[in-house]
């Protein structure tokens, strides 16, 4: 039984910061790679951020040097800070996991195997 459910999102002002968390079960951080993708109306999906399951971690250039991706194998949460947050970051945010981490970062050929139902975040203007 594999899952993971997104919490953390919210409504922020510009420049304000947000932590989200990914909580897994049925599998172990040291097995998935665990990757953010956001999706804001009318716009395709897009990469945020990944961590491998050997911890090495990813940052798109949308998110570079404002935020910060990390895994607790302990509490089997994933935790995605975004600082600096812009009104363009508004989207629902989806945590995705996959045994292949180009799938998991990348959604490179199919899906990943575990896809969270999303928490929306909403930057106002």
């Known amino acids: 039984q594999l899952h993971v459910v997104e919490s953390g999102g919210g409504l922020v002002q510009p420049g304000e910061s947000l932590t989200l968390s990914c909580s897994v079960s049925?599998?172990?951080?040291?097995?998935?790679?665990i990757g953010w993708f956001r999706q804001a109306p009318g716009k395709e999906r897009e990469p945020v951020s990944c961590i491998s399951e050997v911890g090495s971690t990813y940052y798109q250039p949308i998110m570079m040097d404002r935020a910060t991706i990390s895994a607790n194998n302990a509490k089997n949460t994933v935790y995605f800070k975004m600082n600096n947050l812009k009104p363009d970051d508004t989207a629902v945010y989806y945590c995705?996991?996959?045994?292949?981490?180009?799938?998991?970062?990348?959604?490179?050929?199919?899906?990943?195997?575990?896809w969270g139902q999303g928490t929306l975040v909403t930057v106002s203007s």
């Open positions: 049925g599998f172990t951080l040291d097995v998935y790679a």
């Open positions: 995705t996991a996959d045994k292949n981490y180009l799938v998991a970062c990348q959604h490179v050929k199919r899906d990943p195997e575990v």
